[in-house]
């Protein structure tokens, strides 16, 4: 079975600092990982996903699957940045996927 | 394109009650899903549906029940609401090529006294 795990509930970063959302996975198959967010009043939306190796609003998450971590990293954070974050996995299914607690990011000016 | 809706919005439910809650998509998605959102909890998916016709249980399916009897709507019912119950309720939806990205409506905040 797949697990994901945030352990941060809650981050609080000042505007300009760097920020960092953990998530680690237990897959043991391959993982297909992705980060979404919902920011205040708005639709959960895909931010990225590890297959793309994308970077999205100046977010970036890489796959080591040594530390078997996904984490989610900005050099420097903005207050717009604000909102709930999940990571997860998808692996092993082709439709569900499994999204850990999340974590809450807050950019303080 | 109005993509997913969900109806209602908002509702409070005594204990026992029943009710349906209506998920809409109109992009003609082949995969629909149900979920809760508990502080400390995260996502939890309820119930799922491949396709017209098609549901599956989640992760937490008991106390709930859906249907799939047209493409683009997902109902998820309550038979007897409990306050356990009392969430933020999700309908997503994604078409069959694209397994990650899923289209989320707004919620629907139910309480349960």
């Known amino acids: 079975a797949q697990r994901v795990t945030q352990p941060e509930k809650l981050l609080s970063v000042f505007k300009g600092a760097p920020v960092e959302l953990k998530c680690n996975y237990s897959?043991?198959?391959?993982?297909?990982l992705f980060w979404y967010v919902q920011y205040s009043r708005q639709r959960l939306q895909l931010l990225l996903r590890h297959i793309s190796r994308e970077s999205i609003k100046g977010f970036t998450a890489d796959l080591n699957k040594g530390e078997t971590s996904f984490h989610l990293k900005k050099p420097f954070a903005q207050e717009e940045d604000s909102a709930m974050y999940y990571c997860?996995?998808?692996?092993?299914?082709?439709?569900?996927?499994?999204f850990g607690k999340g974590t809450l990011l807050t950019v303080n000016p | 394109n109005a993509g997913v809706t969900q109806t209602p919005k908002f509702r409070v439910l005594k204990t026992g009650q029943s009710m349906t809650l209506l998920c809409a998509q109109d992009?003609?998605?082949?995969?629909m899903y149900w979920y809760r959102q508990d502080p400390g909890m995260g996502l939890r998916l309820i119930h799922y549906?491949?396709?017209?016709?098609?549901?599956a249980k989640g992760e937490v399916p008991d106390g709930y029940n859906v249907s799939r009897l047209k493409k683009q709507n997902f109902l998820l019912g309550l038979e007897s609401a409990a306050p356990s119950q009392t969430s933020v309720y999700f309908c997503?939806?994604?078409?069959?090529?694209?397994?990650?990205?899923?289209?989320f409506g707004p919620g629907t905040r139910l309480t349960v006294t």
């Open positions: 897959y043991s198959g391959s993982p297909e």
């Open positions: 997503a939806s994604s078409p069959t090529i694209s397994k990650y990205e899923q289209y």
């Open positions: 997860g996995d998808s692996g092993g299914s082709n439709y569900k996927l499994t």
């Open positions: 549906s491949v396709g017209e016709g098609t549901t």
């Open positions: 992009m003609n998605h082949e995969y």
